[in-house]
């Protein structure tokens, strides 16, 4: 072998124990354990004296799990007294800047500084997730709230999340630095490009996410395109790369070269913010840097395990941090895979070409099981969409920096410029989005232990390949290296993606509403018990409506709704009356033909129903009325009542009910605001903005079909919505959703599209 791989035996006895934090006896046991195999490298030497006994791998990972251990027990870890549910008075502040939600909420990680117990302030430093509602000065640093506090149940890196309950009071501010006024000149340059580039481009060069609309984010996260705009390992190191082949192409010397792209790795941490997020990031990428400058892995994978053990030394909650694992692997998969990879793509691709894609590759194998613990999932097209833009980042990198750097001296010429980045910044962006909407774009993976292990598997097996392969100095050893990486990749082909694409993970009784895509029509169950839901609409009569009942584990329909005769309403019927599935009531407006469906009741206004769960009541439509309307506006007009232990959540649905019979009914019957309304008529512009202004729910669903000819939802109705602050969830968009509702809030969970 041709690297020294005993560093990560340091580095996995570190982590190990900094993740499990074993009781006393185990390390007891871990520490005879110890001495006994210490005792064995002490014996006397039968073997040349320049080799490593075997056992010196195990030695070293039970030196390091005991080190931790030790360090691990002098530290008090800081809690909150009190339940798993709490309001307590804190100060502050966020790690870092906060992102800014749709809502005008401002969230992210924060830390809680002092807390108010016993009438005292206790100085406690707590990791939380905080969600503030109201706004907040650019500049606040620390400051004083009341936080309603809700424990995460998890091992995450941290234990609780937490939302503001009283406007917060500013107690200090930061002053904007030189660095700041360099990032508001910048952010003013852009203004003349399209959205994505403007939202992409301060994150691609210094992880500014705020300006990316919640559709960016979310494509850039689905598509695998979202460490392009994040401070991690593999961005920083990508970063470090770029210019370290900038400086080669002016054939700087290496040593000077080396020099010059440490100096600019540190500028880039004090411009970004040296929280400690980022300084974890640049350690980790100018190791990353330094190997692909030397050329070679030995002594970076060493600097990397003491450099990564040092730091759970030092904060042994770093061991359940996914940013600090995604920095630490995605460094390692690039030291360690990089020259193998590069030395297969070399054979295809220019060597500059043939580099960058091996660093891509190499994070995305090493990161896979962190990725598939944090998101259960993953994406058929996030390496191909990683190479894709591969080629535009060198581009983006080295001319963004200089617009940045010359954005206050030059600003004329900047507005000119600053369109060579921002094209294909824009590019990445509208890429990322189209890759969203490609079929099995973001497939499931097997959820829990069973499911992070398969991810594990496929990283160590194609990391040991390809490592084997290329550190061998036998020639059978890289022919049965190479066979078996082939086996490897067509086995992942030819199994476990096609698999996932019927595989449909548990989806649990923990949901109240589904609005399931059946394309251009309506079709959404309420739940009711284990297995049990009522059916409001059916969908058209292609929409599969029996694929998402069945998929959601339901075998009765107690009560089906139909709200008025139109065909994208009515038409599964058959489908669910074939499908075996039990139905019990047939309920219908009474503008609904008596003759197209044995057996159905009509209701009316003041008809009412259900359980202590959930009941309905029914608004309209007027009886008489409806005997002469158009179809639509016989629709029927429902409350779902949803009875919570913190109160009641309410559901409003109308069918296809248009503008005018809209307004008719709201004058008649007012109602109270709601948590979620269906939008009328697919959100078709006849159906009207009055309700939505009127009922200002917290969520709007919209079922519709994707590029459907009607142009639904009509912008006018998207605009009503943002205006009283509702969440639009569309169908075209999501796919399935299920909705969970709380006292204070309402979850909404996409389970994707039937396969049709």
Not at 121 to 146: G, H, K, Q, R
Not at 149 to 168: C, K, V
Request: charged share 15%; net charge negative; hydrophobic share 50%.
């Amino acid at each position: 072998m041709k690297t020294d791989f005993r560093g990560l035996w340091v580095l996995a006895g570190a982590w190990l124990t900094a993740y499990l934090k074993p009781a006393l006896p185990v390390m007891l046991v871990v520490l005879v354990v110890f001495f006994v195999i210490l005792a064995f490298l002490l014996r006397q030497r039968h073997d040349s004296p320049s080799s490593a006994p075997w056992f010196t791998g195990p030695l070293l990972l039970l030196l390091a799990a005991i080190s931790v251990s030790a360090l691990g027990s002098e530290n008090n870890e800081c809690l909150l007294p009190g339940e798993a549910e709490q309001q307590r008075k804190v100060i502050i502040a966020f790690d870092g800047q906060p992102r800014l939600g749709a809502d005008e909420v401002s969230q992210g990680a924060a830390q809680i500084l002092k807390y108010w117990h016993e009438e005292q302030w206790v100085s406690c430093p707590i990791e939380v997730y905080l969600s503030v509602p109201y706004s907040l000065e650019v500049t606040a640093d620390n400051f004083e709230t009341i936080l309603a506090l809700q424990a995460t149940d998890s091992n995450g890196s941290f234990a609780w999340w937490a939302r503001a309950q009283s406007q917060p009071v500013v107690l200090s501010s930061q002053d904007p630095n030189a660095a700041d006024y360099l990032k508001t000149r910048f952010a003013s340059s852009l203004q003349g490009l399209s959205h994505e580039a403007q939202g992409l481009l301060p994150g691609m060069l210094y992880g500014d996410r705020s300006g990316q609309s919640e559709e960016l984010s979310t494509a850039m996260k689905n598509s695998g395109l979202s460490h392009l705009t994040a401070v991690s390992g593999s961005n920083v190191a990508l970063l470090g790369a770029m210019v370290l082949v900038l400086l080669r192409l002016f054939t700087v010397p290496r040593i000077p070269a080396a020099i010059l792209s440490i100096a600019f790795l540190g500028l880039f941490i004090w411009f970004v913010g040296p929280d400690p997020s980022v300084l974890r990031a640049g350690l980790m990428g100018m190791i990353a840097t330094i190997s692909l400058m030397l050329g070679r892995g030995r002594g970076s994978l060493g600097i990397l395990s003491l450099s990564a053990t040092i730091l759970l030394h030092l904060d042994s909650s770093l061991a359940v941090d996914p940013a600090f694992a995604l920095s630490v692997l995605a460094t390692l998969g690039i030291i360690v895979l990089t020259p193998a990879l590069t030395e297969i793509f070399s054979r295809i691709f220019p060597p500059w070409f043939a580099q960058l894609t091996a660093i891509c590759c190499a994070a995305q194998f090493t990161c896979l099981p962190v990725i598939i613990a944090l998101n259960s999932n993953f994406s058929l097209y996030s390496l191909p969409a990683n190479l894709v833009v591969a080629p535009l980042l060198p581009l983006i990198t080295t001319v963004g920096v200089l617009c940045l750097l010359l954005c206050t001296a030059l600003p004329g010429l900047i507005q000119v410029l600053v369109w060579v980045p921002g094209l294909p910044a824009g590019w990445i962006g509208k890429i990322a989005l189209w890759v969203v909407e490609l079929p099995g774009a973001s497939r499931p993976w097997p959820a829990g232990v069973a499911g992070i292990s398969l991810a594990i598997g496929f990283s160590v097996v194609f990391t040991v390949l390809l490592v084997t392969g290329r550190e061998s100095e036998h020639l059978a050893v890289h022919r049965v290296a190479a066979g078996g990486l082939t086996v490897a990749l067509v086995a992942m082909s030819a199994i476990v993606v096609p698999a996932t694409l019927f595989y449909r993970p548990d989806l649990g009784g923990e949901w109240n509403v589904a609005m399931c895509d059946v394309g251009q029509g309506d079709a959404f169950m309420i739940h009711t018990g284990p297995g049990e839901a009522w059916l409001l609409d059916s969908g058209p009569p292609d929409g599969h409506v029996e694929s998402c009942v069945k998929r959601l584990g339901i075998t009765k329909l107690s009560k089906v709704f139909i709200t008025h005769e139109h065909a994208d309403h009515f038409g599964g019927i058959p489908e669910i009356e074939a499908s075996g599935i039990e139905i019990g009531e047939r309920l219908v407006s009474s503008g609904f033909g008596p003759d197209l469906w044995q057996g159905a009741q009509a209701i009316a206004p003041g008809d009412s129903g259900g359980s202590d769960v959930v009941r309905y009541r029914v608004i309209g439509p007027d009886e008489v009325s409806a005997r002469y309307a158009e179809p639509n506006d016989t629709s029927l007009v429902i409350v779902f009542d949803f009875i919570l232990d913190g109160g009641v959540v309410s559901f409003f649905t109308a069918g296809d009910l248009e503008e005018a019979a809209m307004h008719q009914l709201l004058a008649s019957q007012p109602q109270p605001p709601v948590q979620v309304l269906k939008a009328s008529h697919h959100g078709a512009k006849n159906g009207g903005v009055e309700v939505i202004e009127k009922l200002k729910p917290q969520v709007i669903l919209v079922s519709v079909g994707e590029d459907n000819s009607y142009g639904h939802p009509h912008q006018k109705i998207l605009d009503a919505a943002k205006h009283v602050g509702s969440k639009v969830i569309r169908t075209d968009q999501e796919g399935s959703v299920l909705l969970t509702f709380e006292a204070d809030k309402v979850l909404a969970k996409a389970i994707g599209a039937v396969v049709r």
